[in-house]
């Protein structure tokens, strides 16, 4: 009885061990699974069932702390790795191995193999899946921002000694360096203090004691080099500790002279710059180098430190060499932080900015701008041009604006009732929030680079927020749909219109369709006036245009003509292709002309009037004074006239730029009462 007991007994935990193996495979099946879906549905990666060299690795990327020379040195003891693409921010990665056997060996031994992360003491499972092939989009080259320099081993390690221990952090808050500790940093001023409640210095208030001494032999190195004219007289020691940082930031034109420059003493650290119309550089400052802000990058780019324990950094430079860290997957992995102090030295102004560059300059807020603007030629032109001639105008308007957007077009409402039930919807650029309530079986967001629209939303219960449409706070892939009504027309540039419709499709989640309006160049078509021209002289309310202000009165005899109707037309299909029937041309002068309501157009790029109702008080900069004749009705009449950028879109242009794009399928494109329309579909 005992023998068979015995036997009986080892069955039973044979059975469950057998069980246990089970359950365990269940698990990594189901997780592997997981993996595919959230890989196709995120990222557009398809995973395959049959064996081939390269496999895709979940839970093994830069984004959740695994680092290349530890996944590396996994990968290799099952053979030759060919290619190891780790994306940055992204918690998987890409292998290829030199055959398809030891690719297979690999995904045997791997999938569901737990790992410890080395820098982080963390347990984690890792989940293969075969892929036809490891790709990712070759890395661009990145150009520091203008004006920005990095100098490498500025200071030797015993100057850098010698400066760190200089600065005594163990004493309370100290007055007379103003000391403080902050939420993210500590912080020590010198000469002058910096207050972070109004971002300004008290210039009638200088601190005792001046900048250190020891800075001195550095700051005149730093003259005779030519890389500041002035010497500073402000100093902020800043201390980081790993996993802290700094927010986004442009030290404020008030305050100080052109040139900032900062010395990086303990580690190195990667510090991001963002241009404003959403281009990011993220640059390697090495210890002991010393970074030059002047001109552009100084008065223009915000920059900042990302609070992070790890950066993600070049693994042929390990740290250390100077530049722009690409997106290039094939040469990028973690690097730990340690303690880094910067000395950033500034000369504190003493007159006002004036700087070129208004939209981001304290100095010259609320000053007039009397020059017709050009056609812009780059991108900081472009997002000038658009601060001003677009975003600070629906700021200023945005009441009366509001009290003419109340019906909606048929053919969009037909779109949203189209969707199914449950869909979730962002209206990017939505106004006063029009299409918002169309049919609430949707769930619908919207946003606008408008504050006071968005108010407006908000007014009305509707769920909206500030962005720009270069770069929406969404979540990629998870949109059932995205509507674009009338936003595109005001991008100036082929490639930010461009840009804005690839963020639409961001947006999307495969199949998931997109709804774009904008102004057409072609006011009549098939011999048929649209509903801009038909109402050149009707009733201002009868009808309500999707794309332009109502004007309040004719402007034929208001605004004088440009010199030349014709503005030089930008790539109006991308890179030069050629429209027809589009009767635009280029010319030298490159000013942009002032259309003259409810008439065609002659131009594809060109200024909008809108006539603020009623002649009410301006808030801003972009109002142009219309002048007539002293006795005139006109002068008596006057009201303020804001000046809106537009670029109208020839036949086919909004269609070809859609096509360009490779994962989108352009499901239907038409002509809707003065507007080109596509409905496209994310593949």
């Not at 080259?141 to 200089?166: F, Y």
């Not at 250190?212 to 005149?220: A, G, M, Q, Y």
């Not at 008065?299 to 790890?310: A, D, E, F, S, V």
């Not at 060109?606 to 002649?615: A, F, I, R, Y």
Request: aromatic fraction near 8%.
């Amino acid at each position: 009885m005992a023998a068979s007991s015995q036997v009986t007994g080892t069955e039973v935990k044979t059975s469950e061990d057998h069980l246990k193996v089970h359950k365990m495979k269940k698990k990594v099946l189901r997780k592997q699974i997981r993996a595919q879906h959230t890989l196709m549905r995120h990222e557009g990666i398809e995973c395959i069932s049959h064996a081939t060299q390269s496999l895709v690795i979940a839970n093994a990327g830069l984004g959740n702390g695994m680092s290349r020379h530890q996944l590396l040195r996994v990968l290799e003891e099952y053979g030759l790795v060919e290619t190891l693409l780790m994306p940055p921010n992204k918690p998987y990665s890409f292998v290829k191995y030199g055959t398809t056997e030891e690719a297979k060996k690999a995904f045997d031994a791997l999938n569901g193999k737990e790992v410890t992360l080395e820098d982080f003491g963390q347990n984690i499972v890792l989940y293969i899946n075969f892929v036809e092939k490891v790709f990712w989009k070759n890395a661009i080259p990145t150009s520091l921002p203008p004006g920005l320099m990095v100098i490498e081993k500025i200071i030797s390690p015993e100057e850098e000694r010698r400066m760190l221990e200089s600065i005594d952090w163990t004493g309370d808050e100290d007055t007379q360096n103003a000391q403080k500790t902050l939420k993210h940093r500590r912080v020590k001023h010198f000469g002058y203090e910096f207050c972070y409640d109004n971002n300004n210095v008290d210039k009638d208030k200088p601190l005792p004691g001046g900048l250190p001494e020891i800075c001195d032999l550095f700051l005149e190195k730093c003259l005779k080099q030519g890389y500041i004219k002035h010497k500073p007289d402000q100093l902020t020691v800043n201390q980081y500790e790993p996993g802290q940082g700094i927010p986004p930031h442009i030290d404020t034109h008030s305050a100080f002279e052109d040139e900032i420059i900062s010395l990086s003493l303990g580690a190195e650290i990667v510090m991001d710059f963002k241009h404003p119309d959403g281009h990011t550089v993220a640059i390697m400052l090495p210890r002991c180098s010393l970074l030059v802000m002047a001109g552009e990058s100084r008065y223009l780019w915000t920059h900042g430190i990302t609070p992070r324990k790890y950066d993600v950094i070049q693994a042929s430079e390990l740290g250390q060499k100077v530049g722009t860290i690409t997106a290039d997957v094939g040469d990028l992995t973690l690097n730990r932080r340690e303690t880094r102090t910067s000395f950033t030295f500034r000369k504190v102004r003493r007159s006002p900015c004036n700087c070129i560059y208004p939209s981001v300059c304290d100095s010259q807020k609320g000053q007039q701008r009397h020059v017709q603007p050009s056609f812009p030629h780059n991108e900081m032109e472009a997002s000038k041009l658009e601060q001003e001639y677009v975003h600070k105008v629906y700021e200023e308007i945005a009441t009366h604006f509001s009290s003419t957007r109340h019906s909606p077009w048929p053919r969009i409402v037909e779109f949203l009732r189209s969707l199914p039930k449950g869909s979730i919807v962002a209206d990017v650029g939505c106004g006063n929030g029009k299409y918002l309530g169309i049919n609430e079986d949707l769930y619908m967001v919207g946003c606008d680079r408008s504050k006071n629209l968005v108010d407006i939303c908000g007014e009305k219960n509707f769920q909206a927020f500030v962005c720009d449409a270069l770069s929406v706070p969404i979540r990629s892939g998870s949109c059932d749909a995205c509507i674009s009504i009338a936003v595109i027309h005001h991008f100036s540039t082929a490639e930010r219109r461009l840009a804005t419709i690839r963020e639409l499709v961001r947006l999307l989640r495969p199949g998931g369709t997109a709804l774009i309006y904008v102004w057409a160049m072609e006011q009549e078509y098939k011999n048929q006036k649209s509903k801009y021209l038909k109402e050149k002289n009707g009733s201002k309310d009868t009808v309500e245009e999707i794309n332009t202000g109502m004007a309040q009165r004719p402007l034929s005899d208001q605004m004088p003509d440009s010199s030349s109707q014709d503005s030089a037309c930008s790539d109006r299909l991308l890179h030069g292709s050629k429209d027809e029937g589009c009767d635009a041309k280029p010319v030298a002068d490159s000013r942009l002309p002032v259309h003259t309501n409810r008439t065609s157009f002659h131009s594809q790029d060109l200024l909008v009037p809108w006539h603020l109702k009623g002649g009410t008080k301006k808030k801003g900069e972009s109002v142009d004074t219309v002048l007539f004749p002293a006795d005139s009705k006109e002068s008596q009449e006057l009201s303020p006239v804001f000046h809106r950028y537009y670029h109208v879109f020839c036949e086919g242009e909004l269609e070809a730029a859609c096509r360009s794009l490779d994962c989108v399928r352009v499901q239907k494109s038409y002509y809707d009462q003065g507007n080109w329309c596509v409905v496209l579909e994310k593949l």
